[in-house]
């Protein structure tokens, strides 16, 4: 049974930064891929950015990149994100998720999810 919980989020104004991290346990956590999606209200869930298991494959939504960075800690079972200038759309509800099987990034292959945490970006 995969556990994912997320920390960190809150109010920032915009330009401002923040960093969430996801605990996971359950698994082997270097043996997937991790990733972070979001969810606005009124919005389909979007895949933000994603990281293989040793950290070699990288992805970003491109209206993140430059701005956000995805780290895994294998040691400590943890994955961050590490968000910068942020901006009002940035907003919204940010999941962790780990890969149901294997190294694949792509969106589907990310079958387990944490609870999320509130990112609300003040203009």
């Known amino acids: 049974q995969v556990h994912l919980e997320e920390s960190g989020g809150g109010s920032v104004p915009a330009g401002g930064s923040t960093r969430l991290s996801c605990s996971a346990s359950?698994?082997?956590?270097?043996?997937?891929?991790m990733g972070w999606f979001r969810q606005a209200p009124g919005k389909d869930r979007e895949f933000v950015a994603g990281?293989?298991?040793?950290?070699?494959?990288?992805y970003y939504l491109d209206s993140v990149k430059g701005r956000f960075t995805i780290v895994r800690d294998n040691a400590k079972n943890t994955v961050y994100l590490q968000m910068h200038d942020l901006k009002p759309e940035d907003t919204a509800l940010y999941f962790c998720?780990?890969?149901?099987?294997?190294?694949?990034?792509?969106?589907?292959?990310?079958?387990?999810w944490g609870q999320g945490t509130q990112v609300t970006v003040s203009s």
């Open positions: 998720a780990q890969a149901k099987s294997g190294n694949s990034l792509a969106p589907t292959n990310f079958a387990s």
């Open positions: 359950g698994r082997t956590f270097s043996n997937y891929a």
């Open positions: 990281i293989s298991w040793s950290g070699a494959i990288i």
